[in-house]
């Protein structure tokens, strides 16, 4: 494999991430670069989803080698922009991160810090796998689209949590407070729905209060949602929330940061390649924290398709070779 010296990075800086601490730290991040001997070109993405039309022209034009210096937010949207490039070949695409968000959840499955000196230090280690990709076809107010994520993606009470965090940092509020005030917030405008849920050939139909489809293990600024989800196994892990009150909520609240919260009889785990979510109502979804708005979702698995930089193994399990780099 390429060593980072040997190849020019495509950074590509989001600097409203993290509350604008992307504005704040660019010529930090820069001069890290620099010091650390990693040969890069600078993108700035100026507005929502311009990171994906970055990414597509950059990889379009022949880009093999990206840099996400952003929150999961910006990693969705690049991730989205590599899929969507012209005549893109993914597995030849390799995708590292410095993290500069609010909750950069991705990170910690791939025990990646949230420091930009030792990501950077990572990314010349150059450890590579080849993660898994979730593709969701969104069918809302009779328009279809697709959308990719790379970690969760979260249907009912999740989406809205996910709504309202995004529209804390939009007035630049930053922190765990995020994720606390949009949950507790949520929980007073949200009502759980009759769903029916379709994983492969099984449906079963529960009362939804949420369900989260998981590559990674994390989302929330930490809480462990799915926590048996492994992004190397070419399968989903689904964690099925049932209608649960208020109090139920709060006992299990510190088990949402353990994942023992899936032992309340409320809860229930799955695993999968294909599902299909639907309802009456349509239902809210989000993907890696961006809002998908309310409609059916079917959420497929792409597996082994993204190559990406990773720094510690302590989420992913004894890592196969088939994943270490495949061709």
Same mark, same amino acid.
């Given at each position: 494999?390429?060593?980072?010296? #040997?190849?020019? &990075?495509?950074?590509?800086?989001? %600097?409203?991430?993290?509350?604008?601490?992307?504005?704040?730290?660019?010529?930090?991040? #820069?001069?890290?670069?620099?010091?650390?001997?990693?040969?890069?070109?600078?993108?700035?993405?100026?507005?929502?989803?311009?990171?994906?039309?970055?990414?597509? #022209?950059?990889?379009?034009?022949?880009?093999?080698?990206?840099?996400?210096?952003? $929150?999961? $937010?910006?990693?969705?949207?690049?991730?989205?922009?590599?899929?969507?490039?012209?005549?893109?070949?993914?597995?030849?695409?390799?995708?590292?991160?410095?993290?500069?968000?609010?909750?950069?959840? &991705?990170?910690?499955?791939?025990?990646?810090?949230?420091?930009?000196?030792?990501?950077?230090?990572?990314?010349?280690?150059?450890?590579?796998?080849?993660?898994?990709?979730?593709?969701?076809?969104?069918?809302?107010?009779?328009?279809?689209?697709?959308?990719?994520?790379?970690?969760?993606?979260?249907?009912?009470?999740?989406?809205?949590?996910?709504?309202?965090?995004?529209?804390?940092?939009?007035?630049?509020?930053?922190?765990?407070?995020?994720?606390?005030?949009?949950?507790?917030?949520?929980?007073?405008?949200?009502?759980?729905?009759?769903?029916?849920?379709?994983?492969?050939?099984?449906?079963?139909?529960?009362?939804?209060?949420?369900?989260?489809?998981?590559?990674?293990?994390?989302?929330?600024?930490?809480?462990?949602?799915?926590?048996?989800?492994? %992004?190397?196994? $070419?399968?989903?892990?689904?964690?099925?929330?049932?209608?649960?009150?208020?109090?139920?909520?709060?006992?299990?609240?510190?088990?949402?940061?353990?994942?023992?919260?899936?032992?309340?009889?409320?809860?229930?785990?799955?695993?999968?390649?294909?599902?299909?979510?639907?309802? %009456?109502?349509?239902?809210?979804?989000?993907?890696? $924290? #961006?809002?998908?708005?309310?409609?059916?979702?079917?959420?497929?698995?792409?597996?082994?398709?993204?190559?990406?930089?990773?720094?510690?193994?302590?989420?992913?399990?004894?890592?196969?070779?088939?994943?270490?780099?495949?061709?």
């Amino acid at each position: 494999m390429p060593k980072s010296e #040997e190849i020019v &990075w495509q950074v590509i800086l989001n %600097p409203h991430a993290g509350g604008g601490k992307g504005t704040l730290d660019k010529n930090k991040i #820069e001069h890290l670069l620099r010091t650390s001997d990693v040969p890069y070109h600078l993108s700035i993405s100026l507005y929502p989803c311009h990171a994906i039309e970055l990414a597509r #022209e950059l990889v379009s034009s022949g880009a093999t080698h990206l840099i996400v210096a952003g $929150g999961d $937010g910006t990693l969705n949207e690049v991730v989205n922009g590599i899929f969507l490039a012209d005549q893109a070949s993914h597995h030849e695409i390799t995708l590292g991160m410095i993290p500069v968000g609010t909750g950069n959840d &991705w990170i910690k499955t791939f025990g990646i810090p949230d420091n930009y000196q030792k990501a950077i230090d990572i990314i010349n280690e150059y450890k590579t796998v080849m993660q898994d990709v979730g593709e969701i076809t969104c069918r809302i107010e009779g328009q279809t689209s697709k959308r990719y994520f790379v970690n969760i993606a979260g249907f009912g009470f999740d989406a809205l949590v996910a709504k309202n965090a995004n529209d804390l940092k939009s007035k630049d509020i930053t922190g765990i407070r995020v994720y606390i005030q949009s949950l507790f917030s949520g929980y007073l405008t949200y009502k759980s729905r009759h769903t029916k849920i379709t994983i492969d050939d099984t449906s079963f139909n529960v009362n939804l209060f949420s369900a989260s489809v998981g590559i990674g293990k994390f989302n929330g600024g930490g809480m462990m949602q799915v926590p048996e989800a492994n %992004p190397l196994q $070419g399968l989903f892990h689904i964690t099925v929330i049932r209608k649960i009150g208020i109090w139920g909520i709060l006992r299990n609240f510190k088990g949402l940061y353990s994942g023992n919260f899936v032992k309340d009889k409320r809860v229930s785990t799955h695993t999968g390649k294909e599902i299909e979510i639907t309802s %009456p109502i349509p239902m809210p979804g989000e993907s890696d $924290g #961006e809002t998908l708005g309310n409609g059916t979702f079917t959420i497929s698995i792409i597996a082994h398709r993204l190559r990406v930089i990773y720094g510690s193994d302590k989420f992913l399990g004894k890592v196969r070779p088939e994943v270490l780099d495949c061709q």
